[in-house]
């Protein structure tokens, strides 16, 4: 009986589940889940604790220069690939370079942001002068951003027997800024026609367009038929750009230029010398002259106050705090009688007209020999 029972129920429920017949047994709905809490967790909790051990790398100034991207360019472009091929010939070289340019890089990146243009170009100096303040061309360029005398006079970069604008890392990028400036107006932001002005000269760019558009041919940089030098150099900036932006791709290796600011600037009065700064703040003497490679004469000009750049990270923790009283104590060291030197004149006529012996006046103007020129600036130490 127990058995016919089991067996009746069974196919009373199956026949139910078979039609759409409401069965006669009624089960209780599923009771619904309670709704979810919200739980707010620390992301720290999500991270195991070996992790905290672990070095954290710190941000370079690649990454800002990676994050944009006003540059469009097939990196497979026959042109650009054969720049490439310049680099990765020679993996260290860009290693090198790179390194090189640790002093100036972040303040450039800075400045190009600030005005708005994009920090790409801040690469533009591996190909000029590879990050070398003292690069002199066949043309007579000279510095990091390369200018010729022309430009450079054009955009306020100035040049006496104490200093050298074209040299100067904040006149010469302030001159350079302004320039791409121009230049972006004057061919409507096409940077690659930009580069290539800067290379060549807005001139001659602009007739390479009238040219093209006579003939009815394209009006880009990749169409146009410009000097040699130039037709490659557009290509050679996109292709260091190409390996910035992924350099475990072409096995080069960059160095890792922190995102913090490399040097301070110091008022400096006037005829104070790096040497002596050098030697005050514990700083390498040739990493300073870098910084301040404008001095030609590895003195602040006399009757007019200058800013030096002094490295932050070489320099001691009280270098800033004590620069007032040390700058003050400098510019007293380094003074002296101004004089020009007349036609006729010999160091030892110098020095029997003011007293002072020639090794003093040579000591104080760091000349090597006795040799002086007409219109050179010395300046006689007092005492």
Do not use: C
Not at 201 to 211: H, L, P, Q, S, Y
Request: aromatic share 10%; charged share 25%.
């Amino acid at each position: 009986m127990l058995l016919a029972s089991l067996i009746a129920i069974t196919t009373l429920l199956h026949a139910a589940w078979a039609s759409e017949v409401e069965s006669p047994l009624k089960f209780a709905p599923r009771p619904m889940a309670p709704p979810l809490e919200i739980v707010t967790i620390k992301a720290s909790a999500l991270v195991p604790a070996s992790i905290d051990s672990q070095p954290i790398r710190q941000r370079t100034v690649w990454d800002r220069i990676r994050s944009e991207g006003n540059f469009y360019f097939d990196p497979d472009n026959k042109r650009i690939r054969k720049e490439m091929k310049r680099y990765t010939r020679s993996p260290r070289y860009l290693l090198k370079v790179t390194e090189r340019a640790e002093p100036f890089l972040h303040y450039i990146v800075e400045e190009l942001q600030n005005a708005g243009l994009p920090t790409e170009l801040a690469l533009l100096p591996i190909i000029e002068s590879a990050y070398k303040v003292d690069a002199h061309s066949k043309s007579g360029a000279l510095g990091l951003w390369q200018f010729i005398r022309p430009t450079a006079k054009v955009y306020g970069l100035k040049r006496n027997w104490w200093y050298e604008g074209r040299q100067d890392l904040q006149d010469s990028t302030r001159a350079a800024i302004q320039y791409f400036r121009d230049l972006r107006d004057m061919f409507d932001g096409d940077w690659l026609l930009v580069l290539a002005a800067y290379n060549a000269g807005e001139n001659t760019v602009k007739a390479a367009i009238e040219r093209n558009k006579k003939r009815g041919k394209r009006t880009d940089f990749w169409h146009l038929r410009l000097p040699d030098e130039t037709m490659a150099y557009v290509p050679r900036f996109l292709a260091v750009l190409a390996i910035i932006q992924h350099p475990e791709a072409y096995d080069i290796e960059i160095w890792p230029v922190p995102d913090s600011p490399y040097f301070i600037p110091i008022d400096a009065g006037s005829k104070t010398r790096l040497s002596t700064l050098s030697k005050e703040y514990s700083v390498d003497f040739n990493t300073l002259h870098r910084l301040n490679a404008g001095l030609r004469r590895k003195t602040t000009p006399p009757n007019s106050r200058h800013t030096i750049l002094l490295p932050v990270a070489e320099s001691s923790q009280t270098a800033s705090n004590e620069a007032g009283n040390f700058i003050r104590a400098a510019f007293h060291e380094a003074t002296g009688i101004p004089h020009k030197v007349r036609s006729g004149e010999t160091l030892s006529m110098i020095s029997r007209k003011y007293g002072v012996p020639v090794k003093h006046i040579k000591r104080n103007n760091e000349l090597r020999s006795d040799h002086i020129r007409i219109g050179q600036e010395l300046l006689i130490p007092e005492s």
